[in-house]
């Protein structure tokens, strides 16, 4: 019987698989027969490099997801810098309508007035 142990590949017989199993960080795969052996070494000759591939990517994963998660927290602090603008904005356009309509308010009571004291210098005279 073959057992393979991780990157280890040796036959062994029943009795000895059971004492390498300890040794080994994954489960031993057994193989039926020493024929199917260069399938699957085949099969790791292909699986080696793509998880290789993976692990990388995996990596590169972490680190764009790290600055992605920055980036969020730093366009989170901007949003939230553009809604206290924004209100400040649309409290201060409502200030500016009330001080526009106190100054129209203003100068139609001044002209009231000019009017009033206009009319009235006449009857200083009688």
Do not use: W
């Amino acid at each position: 019987m073959i057992i393979i142990l991780g990157s280890i590949k040796a036959f062994c017989y029943t009795h000895v698989s059971y004492v390498c199993i300890p040794f080994c960080k994954e489960p031993p795969l057994f193989l039926s027969s020493p024929s199917t052996l260069p399938t699957h070494c085949r099969v790791a000759k292909v699986v080696a490099p793509k998880k290789a591939r993976l692990k990388v990517a995996n990596e590169e994963l972490a680190v764009a997801t790290k600055e992605l998660n920055a980036k969020r927290a730093n366009l989170k602090e901007v949003q939230d810098k553009l809604a206290q603008l924004q209100e400040q904005f649309e409290a201060n356009m409502k200030k500016k309508a009330d001080l526009e309509h106190q100054v129209d308010l203003c100068g139609k009571k001044l002209d009231r007035a000019e009017k009033l004291i206009g009319g009235l210098g006449g009857e200083k005279d009688r």
